[in-house]
């Protein structure tokens, strides 16, 4: 009798452990959220530099959803870097016909990881137009 008991209450107490594992787990974030985190929070910390429109690029990403890819390059420290950033949610902000070859633009990096670096973001913008 006792050990019916025992066993009852183990079990009960491994479906309440389970059920708040359930309810209190991170829910996980998407790209984007991952993405828009990124920018605000260069757009907080990040240095400004000089670089270059590369190029603007349209490409279909592995989800079938098309991206617009704004392509620049930069120098930091002797470093050149050349890199994308996806601006496909924030085209509200920019022209993108008038992103040619050659615009001059400031670009905002990370003074550790001066490869992490973005031209525009919701609350700034680097594009010289």
């Given amino acids: 009798m006792i050990s019916f008991r025992l ?52 490409i279909t990403m592995a989800t079938n959803r098309p991206a617009t890819m704004l392509i620049y390059q930069y120098d930091v420290a002797g470093v050149s870097y050349e890199a994308s950033q996806d601006v496909t949610y924030l085209r509200q902000w920019i022209n993108l016909h008038s992103c040619r070859l050659g615009l001059p633009t400031s670009v905002k990096y990370d003074a550790r990881n001066p490869g992490n670096s973005m031209v525009i973001a919701e609350g700034w913008m680097g594009l010289r137009q």
């Fill in 7 to 58: 066993y009852t209450l183990v079990v009960g107490a491994i479906g309440i452990v389970f059920a708040a594992y359930v309810l209190l787990r991170r829910k996980p974030r998407s790209a984007d959220e991952v993405e828009h985190e990124r920018r605000t929070w260069l757009n907080t910390v990040g240095r400004i530099t000089d670089g270059t429109v590369i190029d603007v690029q349209e």
